[in-house]
């Protein structure tokens, strides 16, 4: 007779914890049915897996093989189960960039989840210019000029561009002109911000030289966290840290592209899927909530 899956796990667990009462205690049984469990697989495999002592429970050299094998086994079959329970719950698959996805997205994913603790969020990464809308994605957050043909989108912030830096060094700076004694943060997909915001207040971007480049947003922001220089930002990336003062907004002029926001891209059939109507709701009450400066 081959042994049982529960005394395999009561044999599993026993060295992994060091003596049968924890065993039981992890397993939810007595001690005595530990002890019983193990014994009987012992006598079904023809071995002593383990030395009792007063006070230690030592696995003999053939417990100590059978150990890895069976914690293997387990994390296989715990990954199975999870795995299909992970492709039959209700969810629904969002895709977004990287710097939203960090900054303002995750940090709050959390409440979703408490609110709606049985539906899975999976979250893709979109990088492209280019806004698609991909059949297994149930919707996109992307910043965009006008909806796509034959989508809906609700929209979400503004994409107003402004300087923020961290408190001390914003301290240092009182006039437009002192910006010039400053390192902008640069990202590298996106040359022309600095340049435009700098025109667009009377500036010269000729005279800033002193420039640190990033390959993105998040990078320049967390350059700013750490007083580097001056980032240029957009408020979804940065509201938490200005709401903390971790950050602090310099001047009042912003970039604003008329037409330009975030939006909530998706199919108009996916307003009858619970998931995602779900998560819409929740969404647009979250963006509500957060108001950020600009908005």
């Known amino acids: 007779m081959s042994p049982s899956l529960k005394g395999l796990k009561a044999v599993e667990a026993a060295p992994r914890l060091g003596s049968f009462v924890a065993a039981a205690t992890d397993l939810n049984v007595t001690q005595t049915a530990i002890s019983r469990l193990v014994k009987l697989v012992e006598g079904q495999i023809g071995q002593t897996l383990f030395e009792r002592h007063a006070n230690s429970l030592l696995p003999t050299p053939a417990g100590r093989s059978l150990a890895p094998l069976l914690d293997d086994a387990f994390r296989r079959l715990e990954a199975a189960v999870d795995s299909v329970r992970r492709t039959t719950l209700p969810g629904l698959s ?6 939203f996805t960090m900054r303002w997205l995750i940090p709050r994913l959390q409440h979703f989840q408490r609110q709606h603790p049985g539906i899975e969020v999976r979250l893709v990464t979109a990088i492209d210019d280019h806004v698609t809308l991909r059949p297994d994605w149930a ?8 909806p796509l043909p034959g989508l809906l989108a609700d929209p979400l912030f503004s994409a107003a561009l402004f300087p923020v830096a961290a408190p001390a060094l914003a301290d240092s700076i009182r006039k437009l002109g002192d910006l010039q004694h400053h390192t902008l943060l640069e990202v590298a997909h996106a ?25 993105y947003s998040t990078y320049a922001i967390q350059a700013a966290l750490d007083g580097l220089g001056i980032a240029l930002v957009r408020a979804p990336y940065v509201q938490d840290d200005l709401d903390a003062g971790r950050l ?38 979250e963006v509500q909530r957060s108001s950020p400066q600009d908005n």
């Open 191 to 215: 040359p022309k911000e600095w340049p435009r915001w700098l025109t667009t207040s009377g500036l010269d971007p000729a005279r800033f030289r002193r420039r640190l480049s990033f390959d």
């Open 94 to 99: 969002v895709a977004a960039g990287p710097t």
């Open 139 to 146: 919707a996109t957050i992307r910043l965009s000029s006008a």
């Open 248 to 285: 602090v907004r310099l001047f009042d002029l912003a970039l604003v592209d008329p037409g330009k926001a975030w939006h909530l891209i998706y199919r108009e059939e996916t307003l009858t899927d619970p998931p995602f109507a779900a998560f819409r709701a929740w969404l647009l009450a």
